[in-house]
């Protein structure tokens, strides 16, 4: 394993100051992991405003988060996950997919949701 890759419930925790999900990160951080955030996941929980200033500063704080941008290949390959998969959700795709690509384990809230897209994606619960 070389790092996180977060979906939207992940970044709900991180927002909630939830200490398990936060001694997690501390680890990865540590380790050098890698901590990835697709935009699909950061979209879907993404409010503005004053209420989200915790999630901000973890965004824009540590050298190991980095936002992963969906490009034109992406949202096809996504697109595409959903259609051999049988589900519709192209942002659990995005966070399957930018998972697979760099050998990460996926920090989740939902784990039956991405299990469906993916069965054998290493997943820590939160």
Do not use: N, Y
């Not at 394993?1 to 990160?25: C, F, H, Q, S, Y």
């Not at 935009?39 to 901000?56: E, K, S, T, Y």
């Not at 824009?60 to 996950?81: F, K, T």
């Amino acid at each position: 394993m070389t790092g996180l890759t977060l979906d939207p419930g992940a970044l709900i925790a991180v927002e909630r100051r939830d200490r398990r999900k936060r001694v997690l990160l501390d680890e990865a951080e540590r380790a050098g992991w890698e901590i990835t955030v697709p935009v699909g996941p950061l979209a879907q929980v993404w409010r503005g405003g004053p209420r989200q200033a915790v999630l901000a500063r973890f965004l824009a704080s540590a050298d190991a988060v980095r936002a992963v941008e969906w490009d034109v290949p992406s949202a096809r390959a996504a697109g595409v996950l959903c259609g051999r998969t049988g589900t519709a959700d192209v942002v659990d795709a995005s966070v399957v997919l930018c998972a697979r690509e760099r050998g990460h384990r996926v920090v989740t809230s939902d784990p039956g949701d991405l299990s469906a897209v993916d069965p054998g994606l290493p997943l820590t619960v939160v």
